[in-house]
């Protein structure tokens, strides 16, 4: 079983509408989770961190975590074609090692 | 304030050469990590210094890799010798410190291909 688990895509969302990206992970004592955005090419960025259940809300967008389910997602509202990029789920390892264990990505699509 | 940057940004070598990736991190940021991205799969950590020590080398892929980060302040990864497998995209990061709320800031990558 993969540790971060994200599906592929691509998910194709018109432009206005919320984009819903989901991952889920294996590790129940992780403790932090990221969201970062890649563009065709670039380096990954930051763009969300969540630590505790629940909702984080920064602009446009929204984290969730869910503990208890090993779930996070990110909710992008009024998606624009500028938020088209692949979107990487990110856990940190808080066992012996610090290090982030990323999923394959999800790959958004925004339709003008 | 310049971010990571990574050397070369492409390279091409045949099965069996010896390539040399270099990292520079933010100036200040102790920590540094290097990852890779083998095609369709996901960024896997490679490993960690902090300063001029490995902390975590868990994910080397065996003993052609091999991390240098003398005097604490940029970092080389060279693979020697290199085996078709090796082709990916590697990335480097860095932050100011090693905790879960630290970001890590990702460089634009090295793209290694072995032929």
């Known amino acids: 079983q993969k540790e971060v688990e994200q599906n592929s895509g691509p998910l194709s969302v018109p432009e206005g509408a919320i984009a819903s990206l989901n991952c889920t992970y294996s590790?129940?004592?992780?403790?932090?989770f990221f969201w970062y955005r890649q563009y065709s090419g670039k380096s990954p960025e930051l763009i969300m961190s969540i630590y505790s259940n629940g909702d984080k809300e920064d602009g446009r967008f929204t984290a969730q975590l869910n503990k208890a389910s090993q779930y996070v997602s990110l909710l992008i509202r009024d998606s624009q074609p500028s938020d088209s990029a692949t979107y990487l789920c990110a856990v940190w390892d808080s066992g012996g090692y610090q290090k982030v264990t990323f999923g394959t990505g999800t790959k958004l699509q925004v339709i003008p | 304030e310049a971010g990571v940057t990574q050397f070369p940004s492409h390279s091409v070598i045949e099965k069996g050469q010896t390539v040399t990736l270099r990292c520079d991190p933010i100036s200040g940021h102790d920590n540094l990590y290097w990852y890779r991205r083998v095609m369709g799969k996901e960024i896997k950590f490679l490993l960690h210094?902090?300063?001029?020590?490995?902390?975590?080398e868990s994910g080397m892929p065996n003993n052609r890799f091999l991390a240098e980060r003398t005097g604490g302040t940029y970092s080389t990864l060279k693979v020697q010798p290199a085996e078709l497998e090796d082709s990916g995209v590697y990335f480097c990061?860095?932050?100011?410190?090693?905790?879960?709320?630290?970001?890590?800031?990702f460089g634009p990558g090295t793209r290694l291909t072995v032929l």
């Open positions: 990061a860095s932050s100011h410190s090693a905790h879960s709320y630290n970001e890590q800031f």
């Open positions: 590790d129940r004592v992780s403790q932090s």
């Open positions: 210094f902090v300063k001029e020590s490995k902390q975590d």
